[in-house]
Structures are given as structure tokens and as C-alpha cells.
């Protein structure tokens, strides 16, 4: 039966690469920064400009979705007017963005 299945002999290969053994991770590295950790980095930057820009009289919402107007700013906190004298103090981080003006008078 030689002439029908012929005999498989090892053969001596020489080591791989040690960069071609690691290009998966490094791909694997390279697409995760690129869709995961530069868009939150990026995520995050606009937010701490957003929080650091705030004025007197911006229209928030915050983190919980509670509208107002910031009637006063200090350093880590901020008091937001959410009804006709009802106010509340918030912390800055909570302000998840910036309303167009006129957006209270339209809800």
C-alpha cells in the first residue's frame, strides 16, 4: 500500500519569528485603542471643558435629566434654578450638557 498512501516524515522547521508570534496582540492592542480607549479619552476631554466653561445663567441638564438654569458656580458645586424658586446644588461633574438658550421657556 506504499504506492497508495505515502509516508509523512516530520520535518525540522526553524523557530518562528518572535514578531510574528506577537502581531495578533499587538493588532488586537492597536484596534482597541483606536474603537475603545482614544474615543472615551476624547469623550472625556469634552466633558471636562464643558464643566469647566459653565457661566450664570447656562441651561444644564444633569446626569439625572433634571433641567435648570445655574444661578451660582463655585468651585465644585453649582446651584441650578429647576422652578421658580426652587433650587438645587449640584456637583459640577453631574452636568451632563449644555442646553440652547430658551430651552426652559419651551418645555
Given at each position: 500500500m506504499d504506492w497508495f498512501i505515502q509516508d509523512a516524515w516530520a520535518q525540522a522547521e526553524a523557530a518562528p519569528d518572535p514578531l510574528i508570534s506577537f502581531l495578533p496582540l499587538i493588532l488586537i492592542f492597536v484596534v482597541f485603542y483606536f474603537l475603545l480607549?482614544?474615543?472615551?479619552?476624547?469623550?472625556?476631554?469634552?466633558?471636562?471643558?464643558?464643566?469647566?466653561?459653565?457661566?450664570?445663567?447656562?441651561?444644564?441638564?444633569?446626569?439625572?435629566?433634571?433641567?435648570?438654569?445655574?444661578?451660582?458656580?463655585?468651585?465644585?458645586?453649582?446651584?441650578?434654578?429647576?422652578?421658580?424658586?426652587?433650587q438645587l446644588r449640584v456637583q459640577r461633574h453631574t452636568i451632563g450638557a449644555v442646553m440652547p438658550k430658551g430651552t426652559i421657556k419651551s418645555v
Open positions: 480607549i482614544r474615543p472615551q479619552n476624547k469623550r472625556q476631554k469634552e466633558h471636562r471643558e464643558l464643566v469647566s466653561n459653565l457661566a450664570v445663567g447656562d441651561e444644564v441638564v444633569t446626569a439625572g435629566g433634571v433641567l435648570g438654569k445655574v444661578t451660582e458656580v463655585s468651585e465644585q458645586f453649582l446651584r441650578i434654578e429647576v422652578a421658580d424658586g426652587v
